[in-house]
C-alpha cells in the first residue's frame, strides 16, 4: 500500500472514533433532558438526512477538489457540530450538523482510495477501511459509554471551565478534540493527482446527473446487486445500534454503559469478519458471501429469543479470579459471531460496489450514489424503527420483523443472481 493510504485511515478513524462517541454523548445528553424514547433514534435520522439530500451535489464537490481538501473542510464541519452541541444546541439538530459534513465528507474517504489504488488491491484496500472504521466504533462506543460516567469526568468538572457544567459536556469537550487531531490529519494526506472535467454548478444540472448515475449503477447486474445488499446492511445496522441498546435494557436490564459495551462486542466481530474476507475473498468472487448475509439474518432472529434467565444464576465459567455467568458468557460469544458474519459478508459487497461504480462513473460520484442508496435506507428503517418504539411494539418482535427482513431480501437476492 502506498504511504498516503495509512494516512487517510487515520484520518477515518479519529473522525469516526468522534462520530460514534458522540452519538453516546448526545444519546446520554437525550436521558438528561427527559425526551420521549422515540426521539433517540432520530438521532441518526438527523445524521444521514444530509447523505440522502445532498447526495446530488456532494459528487461533484469531491470531483471538484482534491479530495484531502473536502476532508479536511467537512471534517471541521463536524467539529462545528460538536461544538454546537457542547454550547446547548438541542442534540437533534447538532447531530445533524455533524451529519451535514460527514455527508460531504464520505465521497471523498471513499472516492480517494480508488484514485490511489489500483483495482485489485480495492478489497485489501476496503477490509483494512472497513476494519479500521469497525475499531473507530467499537472504541468510540465504548469511549463514549465511559465518559459519560460521572467518576470519569469529574476531574474535568472540577476545573470549572466555561460552557462545562455537566458530565456530558465535559465528554463533548474531550470529543471535539478528537475532530481537532482528525483535521490535522486530513492536512497530511497527499493530493493524487486525479482531476476531473469541471464539475456543473446549476442544481438542476446536478440533480439529473445525479439521477443518470443512480440510474446507470441499478442497470448494471453487479451494480444492482451489490447496491441492494450494502443498502439493506447498512440500512438494519444502523438501526441495530439503537436496538442493542434498548433490548439490553429491556432484556437484560443493563445500563446505557453497559448496552454500549455489547455494541462493542458486535463490533469487535465485525472487524474480524471483515480482516478475515480481505484475505481470503478475491473481488471476482465477491458474490459468493451472499449466503452468509441470509445467515446473519437467521442469527438475528435468534437473539431475539434470549434473557438473562436462559440458564441458570449460579452456572459459571472461572478465568483466573474472575467467575463469569454462562449466560453472559453465550451471549457475547454469540453477539460476536454476528458480527463476525456481518463483517465478512459487507467487505467484499463493499469492494465490488466500489469497483462498479468507478467503471461506471467517476469515483466521487460513484460514492455519493453508494451513500445516496445506503442512507435512504437507513432512513427508511430508522422511521419503521420509531414507528414501532411509538406504538410499544415489544423489542424481541421488531428484532425479529427486521431479521426476517434480511432473510427474505437475501433469498430474493440469491434468486436473481
Given amino acids: 500500500m502506498k504511504n498516503g493510504f495509512y494516512t487517510i485511515m487515520a484520518a477515518q478513524f479519529f473522525s469516526s472514533l468522534a462520530d460514534n462517541a458522540l452519538l453516546i454523548a448526545a444519546i446520554a445528553l437525550l436521558h438528561d433532558i427527559a425526551a420521549p424514547a422515540w426521539m433517540t433514534p432520530l438521532l441518526k435520522l438527523f445524521f444521514v438526512f444530509f447523505y440522502v439530500a445532498l447526495a446530488a451535489f456532494v459528487g461533484a464537490l469531491a470531483d471538484a477538489m482534491p479530495k484531502s481538501r473536502v476532508m479536511l473542510m467537512t471534517n471541521t464541519i463536524k467539529f462545528i457540530g460538536c461544538f454546537t452541541l457542547l454550547a446547548g444546541m438541542h442534540p437533534l439538530l447538532a447531530y445533524g450538523i455533524v451529519g451535514f459534513g460527514a455527508a460531504a465528507y464520505s465521497p471523498a474517504k471513499y472516492g480517494i482510495l480508488t484514485e490511489l489504488l489500483p483495482p485489485e488491491k480495492l478489497v485489501i484496500a476496503n477490509g483494512w477501511i472497513e476494519g479500521t472504521t469497525v475499531g473507530s466504533i467499537i472504541l468510540g462506543t465504548a469511549l463514549g459509554g465511559w465518559l459519560i460516567l460521572p467518576r470519569v469526568v469529574q476531574s474535568v468538572l ?68 451489490s447496491l441492494a445488499v450494502t443498502a439493506l446492511f447498512w440500512g438494519i445496522g444502523a ?179
Fill in 239 to 417: 438501526t441495530l445500534q439503537f436496538i442493542i441498546l434498548e433490548w439490553a435494557e429491556d432484556a437484560l436490564g443493563m445500563s446505557l454503559s453497559e448496552g454500549a459495551a455489547l455494541q462493542v462486542i458486535v463490533s469487535v466481530g465485525v472487524a474480524a469478519g471483515a480482516i478475515v474476507a480481505a484475505i481470503r475473498i478475491p473481488l471476482k468472487r465477491s458474490l459468493d458471501v451472499l449466503p452468509v448475509g441470509m445467515l446473519m439474518g437467521a442469527a438475528l432472529i435468534a437473539i431475539a429469543f434470549y434473557s438473562r434467565d436462559i440458564f441458570p444464576s449460579e452456572w459459571s465459567i472461572a478465568l483466573g479470579p474472575l467467575h463469569l455467568p454462562v449466560s453472559v458468557l453465550i451471549l457475547n460469544l454469540f453477539l460476536l459471531g454476528v458480527g463476525i458474519l456481518a463483517g465478512f459478508f459487507i467487505v467484499p459487497m463493499n469492494a465490488l460496489l466500489q469497483h462498479r461504480g468507478h467503471v461506471l462513473l467517476s469515483a466521487g460520484h460513484s460514492i455519493a450514489v453508494q451513500n445516496f442508496n445506503e442512507n435512504l435506507s437507513i432512513l427508511v428503517m430508522l422511521c419503521l424503527y420509531a414507528i414501532l418504539i411509538g406504538l410499544n411494539v415489544p423489542i424481541q418482535a421488531i428484532i425479529v420483523i427486521f431479521g426476517a427482513l434480511i432473510c427474505t431480501v437475501m433469498w430474493r437476492v440469491m434468486r436473481r443472481r
Fill in 158 to 225: 472540577d476545573l470549572q471551565l466555561p460552557l462545562i457544567h455537566t458530565r456530558t459536556q465535559a465528554a463533548l469537550l474531550f470529543i471535539s478534540g478528537l475532530y481537532i487531531l482528525a483535521a490535522l490529519l486530513n492536512l497530511g494526506i497527499p493530493d493524487t493527482g486525479a482531476r476531473y472535467p469541471r464539475q456543473p454548478r446549476h442544481p438542476a444540472r446536478l440533480l439529473n446527473d445525479f439521477a443518470q448515475c443512480c440510474l446507470s449503477l441499478w442497470r448494471d447486474p453487479l451494480g444492482q446487486i
